[in-house]
């Protein structure tokens, strides 16, 4: 299915990153190793890449990954590409920061095997930063997937990592113009979170 999403002609989601990406980058270390996962065409690797972090991205799309490396190219930065499915990604590897956007392709099963794989994969005081849809998003029907049980609420995220120190938790509106496929008014859900240091 995302094989031939991405398919089209253009980037699905825009070129530029996330508006969230762009107001908690600074929350980052200098040179931090980041994960993004179910990166897509790689708006926000590049852009993180960009900044001088040591980005590594996954993404289940063939295409997509095609598109990311022709980006990254383009804004002449190197995003470590991987080729890999969530279900199978190696969450041994060690980061400072996990970064996942609008990944709400996985029902609240899976959710649970992904959150507890980045908790295991960023290093103790390292960063946990998502950002996606609120379950009434399904009204707007203006991105994402149809099922409300995919979405995210700050009470679920705050208890899949426990004991982390919330940074940032927002549950807002607000109209977003990313690409095509996410574009007017949207139910946006933000959460940055640090894993203990002793953990």
Not at 43 to 51: E, W
Not at 70 to 86: M, N, Q, S, T, Y
Not at 150 to 176: C, Q, T
Request: glycine share 12%; with cysteine; proline share 6%.
């Amino acid at each position: 299915m995302w094989d031939e999403r991405y398919s089209a002609p253009g980037y699905l989601f825009g070129k530029e990153p996330a508006t969230f990406v762009r107001r908690v980058a600074g929350m980052l270390p200098a040179r931090a190793r980041i994960l993004c996962i179910g990166d897509g065409e790689g708006r926000n690797s590049v852009h993180l890449a960009g900044l001088g972090h040591r980005v590594a991205a996954m993404d289940a799309s063939a295409v997509a990954l095609e598109k990311a490396r022709r980006l990254a190219r383009e804004k002449g930065v190197e995003v470590d590409l991987h080729h890999a499915d969530i279900e199978g990604w190696d969450w041994s590897r060690r980061f400072d920061a996990v970064l996942g956007i609008f990944i709400q392709f996985a029902p609240p099963p899976l959710r649970a095997r992904i959150h507890a794989g980045i908790a295991e994969a960023v290093e103790p005081g390292g960063l946990v930063m998502l950002h996606g849809y609120a379950p009434r998003q399904v009204g707007y029907g203006t991105g994402g997937p149809p099922s409300a049980a995919n979405m995210y609420d700050l009470a679920g995220l705050r208890a899949d990592f426990p004991g982390w120190e919330v940074l940032v938790e927002a549950d807002r509106d607000e109209e977003i113009a990313e690409g095509s496929a996410h574009r007017g008014i949207s139910a946006l859900v933000d959460f940055v979170a640090r894993k203990p240091v002793s953990a």
